[in-house]
């Protein structure tokens, strides 16, 4: 992508307003008129449809802007976005599916892990939603009082994760 139009895009986001994506969304049009296949232009327009509750309309940029090879953290972020708001809108299984695919990307992200949680526990696997949490914590937490338990927040983990795998 050039300067020119990442330099672009950071200009509309810097000047969007979350309550009101009209602006941002008529920004963007015209250089997905210029750059229909541009894996940027594609997520960021679909997060603005996003932000602007238009969650139907976001999939389709976030699905195209993965399959035209984003890459990097806009990557992890676009899986993010994808995934939950197929959450919001009730496919599940779908979403389950993303946050997968994104974890083996992104195995170190803890946002990632988070909103799997989230998946999780909209899918009703409880266990294996709190069981992941417990994981962020071991994994991303430093605190001196936690440090000691560690090993223990894992290993109750895995137990909260074994009660979901038998209910399969």
């Not at 195209?64 to 959450?87: A, E, F, M, N, P």
């Amino acid at each position: 992508m050039s300067d020119e139009l990442d330099a672009q895009l950071e200009s509309i986001f810097a000047a969007r307003d979350r309550e009101n994506m009209g602006p941002t969304i008529s920004a963007l049009l015209p250089l997905y008129d210029e750059h229909p296949e541009n894996p940027r232009v594609l997520y960021e327009l679909g997060g603005a449809y996003d932000t602007a509750g238009e969650e139907a309309t976001a999939l389709r940029f976030y699905e195209r802007s993965i399959d035209q090879g984003l890459v990097g953290d806009i990557r992890r972020r676009c899986y993010l976005q994808y995934g939950s708001t197929l959450r919001n809108l009730g496919r599940i299984e779908e979403s389950l599916k993303v946050f997968a695919r994104a974890r083996a990307e992104f195995p170190e992200s803890a946002a990632l892990g988070a909103f799997e949680a989230l998946t999780f526990h909209a899918a009703g696997r409880m266990n294996d939603a709190l069981a992941s949490l417990l994981i962020l914590l071991a994994d991303h937490v430093s605190a001196s009082e936690l440090d000691r338990y560690k090993p223990a927040l894992r290993s109750n983990a895995e137990y909260l994760q074994s009660l979901d795998a038998q209910q399969k």
